[in-house]
């Protein structure tokens, strides 16, 4: 497995712009499918992007499309989360995962690994 730790979050106005990374220390990282996602308070944690370590293919939630992109630099061991057009509704804990196939899933089970996250607030 891998080591994950995420930053960039903080309180950012609507329609405003912040780029979250997620670095990892560990296993060969090229060699992980990462992914995003997010969990609001009273929320279950939902995907949000990902991007498969074999093709660089990016799949994104209906919500974020158009908005979020992902990104990795596998000389540095980091993803990262561009998300532009903020909402008040993308207010969350954004928590980044890694698995070792080449699939994306959308469901929190099958990442082996998960970082701490890290807030993200939009204000109105």
């Known amino acids: 497995q891998v080591q994950l730790v995420e930053s960039g979050g903080e309180l950012v106005q609507a329609g405003g712009s912040l780029s979250l990374s997620c670095t990892a220390s560990g296993r060969t990282f090229s060699s992980y499918t990462m992914g995003w996602f997010r969990q609001a308070p009273g929320k279950e944690r939902e995907f949000v992007i990902g991007?498969?370590?074999?093709?660089?293919?990016?799949f994104y939630a209906d919500s974020v499309k158009g908005r979020f992109t992902i990104s990795r630099d596998n000389a540095k061991n980091t993803v990262y989360l561009q998300m532009n057009s903020l909402k008040p509704e993308d207010t969350a804990v954004y928590y980044c995962?890694?698995?070792?196939?080449?699939?994306?899933?959308?469901?929190?089970?099958?990442?082996?690994?998960w970082g701490q996250g890290t807030q993200v607030t939009v204000s109105s």
């Open positions: 995962a890694a698995r070792s196939s080449t699939i994306v899933v959308w469901t929190t089970r099958g990442w082996e690994s």
């Open positions: 991007i498969s370590y074999s093709s660089g293919s990016t």
